[in-house]
């Protein structure tokens, strides 16, 4: 995935005419594979790396999924553009046509994301759930060579991406898998003091519409003071005259409280999109948000 979503913003750059070449970073997250994405500890663990080659002039553009990239960026480090979103919702896939109705009882979920995990047991509580590392092929590999596991689950964009929708059993309704703030949309990042590099990637693959979308969904992550990954999930959509939808929702890690609200607002600039994430986030913390929250920073995929 990593390598699909590098190539399509080389391809998308070429388009506008900037040419760029590829350059492959393994991160802290990418090489420890065996260890739970929740024990990784630091937000940045997927970010680390790439940040160091960013700074230190080895890249002048670093890619990202945008839901795995922390709100609060190096210092030196800005986000130069944010491409347009596909399908943000989360889906649900097995060894064959599989709806979440259909699953049952006590069966065995693979996740590692306890935003996932949080989710599956607050309307499954049967379920039994595991851990699940890798690439989506390494994913959908173990979980075919797995018997005893129903089904696993992944982002909707990540699977279309890669030509592997057919693999999607269901898109799950956000109204039950709220999706990670970002997701379905890719990260340029830049050096803040080079503005070239920053104006070739706004001009090849910025789009303005999720740019604003996504920022009242990590203004929610940001203002929840959780880590850069936790059982917080967010979905900001456009409503036409009526402004941003923007629902905010935070659980326990066994997924047996959770607190949810949504809002909106008229956001046109980046700044109101902040302010309406910032405005949910504290009105969930009014309905009790922090105490769900754990207080270490952990990771989502």
Known sequence: MARWQAEWVRDHLSAAGHEAELVEISTTGDALTDVPLSDLGASDSFTRQIDEALLGGRVDLAVHSLKDLPTTLPDGITLAAVSRREDPRDALVGR???????????????????RRRAQLLRARPDL?????????????????????????????AGLARLGLSNRIGERLDPALMLPAPGQGALAVTARANDPSAGSAARQGIHHAATAVLVSAERAVLHHLDSGCHAPVAALAQDG?????????????LNGEQSVEANMTAPVGTDAEARALGASLAEHLLELGAAELLPRSESVES
């Open 240 to 252: 036409g005259t009526e402004g941003v939808h923007l629902f905010g929702r935070v659980l326990s």
């Open 128 to 156: 039994t759930l595991v851990d699940i590392r890798g690439n989506i092929e390494t994913r959908l590999a173990k979980l075919d060579q797995n018997p005893v596991w129903t089904a696993t689950i992944l982002a909707v």
């Open 96 to 114: 064959g046509p599989l709806r979440l109705d259909q699953i049952p009882v006590g069966a065995v979920i693979a996740t590692c994301s306890l």
